[in-house]
């Protein structure tokens, strides 16, 4: 029998030993997140919800918590003890936990449908204090299911902040309708010309004749054609007419204007008619309608930049360009939609490449506002951040429960043939996932993570 001390000694050393393997940064507190439960809502949409809520936890807190996997479920069948009823019903859902961890929190999630396009989404943060559930936070919130990602996040901030001052989604305006002011007289007039047999009279009538032709396409409401036998006139007489000669036919070049900003309030009229008639009655989200209507727009703008010179009129160039614009973040906002559902399937290096792609697309369009940029920007940033959160926060969690499994196998020694060969394909297949996360996720390996595992 060994003295006394000496048996305090070699159990302090034990003691010492157990804590220097817990002492490593891993061990933030954790949480659980169960299963949505859910009424009314399909099972497809189900799922897609679970995994956002699960990817915007792991962006927003994984610096604070471990998120415990889903795949650690399956490594453990035992069910927690019965603990304190909190008098609702997420007991009844928590179930397969490993016995060698038990969280610090559950994340529990009701949802419905509060109506066709509208869900209702119940979180509960319960904390897990041993020997009964607390309930930290709890959130309720109704959003379009179009806009679940935005809200998702939304939703998460305000559980784990809860001074966290909600947004709401910032939608894309419809343009306003474009005001035509109309030159008072409305109608083309004629200039006349003096009879007179001099250099200037010919030049004069020349110019009347070729005149004649741009009003006849008035009259026959062909505007488009119109307006290009006006602007031919016009180019001609700055293009071809000396000084001199511009000065003594000023009258009729300003005549020539005027009727040329004629035309063309009527052609625009007409095009915006048609055109804003649909903007007006709400957007399609098929593609090659969106497609259409913005090459139709920036027809228009880009024949508006070709006239500026004889129209110069601010107002019409931006509200034409609020509709190009409008129409271009519809359609970058598809391509964006894409690239969200890819990171919210844990797709992280292809929606990586994706949202590259559209902000290389974006740097060289000089009509949209900087603010989308900077949205698209922020989600690169995201991505990359949650990427390494994933990855780090599952290896984090499969080595601590395989130094758990293996902290067991060392202090029990008593432990049956059945029970060990268990422990031990559990500690393999942790580890076995750890390296097929870092795998599935090299290009987002940090150093860190790399000696974590190690």
């Known amino acids: 029998m060994k003295p006394l001390y000496i048996r305090l000694l070699l159990l302090l050393i034990l003691f010492f030993h157990i804590s220097t393997i817990g002492a490593k940064d891993r061990k933030l507190e954790s949480i659980y997140i169960l299963p949505i439960r859910s009424s009314g809502i399909h099972k497809s949409l189900e799922a897609e919800l679970q995994s956002i809520l699960r990817i915007e ?57 509060s109506n066709k396009s509208i ?19 709890e959130l309720v919130l109704h959003f379009p299911e179009n806009l679940k990602e935005f809200y998702m996040a939304q939703a ?6 809860k001074d966290y001052q909600t947004s709401e989604y910032s939608i894309i305006p419809i343009p306003e309708a474009l005001a035509l002011s109309f030159i008072p007289s409305e ?33 026959a409401k062909d ?16 293009e071809k007419l000396r000084t001199e000669e511009k000065n003594k036919i000023l009258d009729y070049t300003n005549h020539l204007k005027q009727n040329f900003q004629i035309v063309y309030t009527y052609y625009l009229r007409a095009r915006l008619d048609e055109l804003d008639k649909n903007l007006q009655k709400g957007k399609s989200d098929k593609e090659d309608t969106l497609q259409s209507r913005l090459t139709s ?20 160039e931006k509200k034409l360009k609020d509709r190009v614009v409008y129409y271009k973040l519809l359609l970058y906002q598809k391509k964006e939609k894409l690239a969200d559902t890819l990171y919210y399937h844990k797709n992280f290096l292809e929606s990586l490449k994706a949202y590259l792609d559209i902000e290389q697309e974006i740097r060289q369009d000089k009509d949209l506002p900087p603010s989308y940029q900077n949205s698209i920007q922020k989600k690169i940033t995201n991505v990359k951040k949650t990427a390494t959160f994933f990855l780090k926060n599952g290896v984090r969690t499969y080595c601590d429960n395989a130094e758990n499994i293996n902290l067991k196998l060392q202090i029990q020694g008593s432990i049956g043939a059945e029970d060990k060969s268990r422990l031990e394909a559990e500690l393999e297949e942790s ?24």
């Open 57 to 113: 936890t792991i962006q927003l807190v994984s610096e604070r918590f471990t998120i415990l996997d889903e795949d650690l479920q399956r490594l453990s069948g035992e069910r927690l003890a019965k603990k304190q009823s909190l008098g609702i019903d997420e007991e009844k859902d928590i179930h397969p936990l490993l016995k060698h961890i038990e969280p610090d929190y559950f994340l529990f999630s009701k949802l419905s449908m």
């Open 119 to 137: 869900l209702f989404l119940n979180l509960r943060l319960i904390k897990n204090s041993g020997s009964s559930y607390v309930l930290q936070n």
């Open 156 to 161: 998460i901030k305000k559980l784990f902040q």
């Open 187 to 219: 109608e083309l007039w004629s200039l006349e010309v003096p009879n007179e047999n001099t250099k200037i009279s010919q030049i004069l009538r020349i110019l009347k004749e070729q005149e004649e032709k741009a009003y006849a396409a008035f009259q």
């Open 223 to 238: 505007y488009s054609l119109s307006l290009k036998h006006y602007s031919v006139l016009l180019n001609s007489i700055q």
């Open 297 to 316: 727009y920036s027809k228009l703008l880009e024949e508006y930049r070709m006239y500026s010179f004889y129209l110069n009129s601010l107002e019409i």
């Open 431 to 454: 580890l076995v996932l750890a390296e097929r996360r870092m795998k599935e996720n090299q290009e987002f390996l940090t150093e860190d993570i790399r000696e974590y595992y190690n």
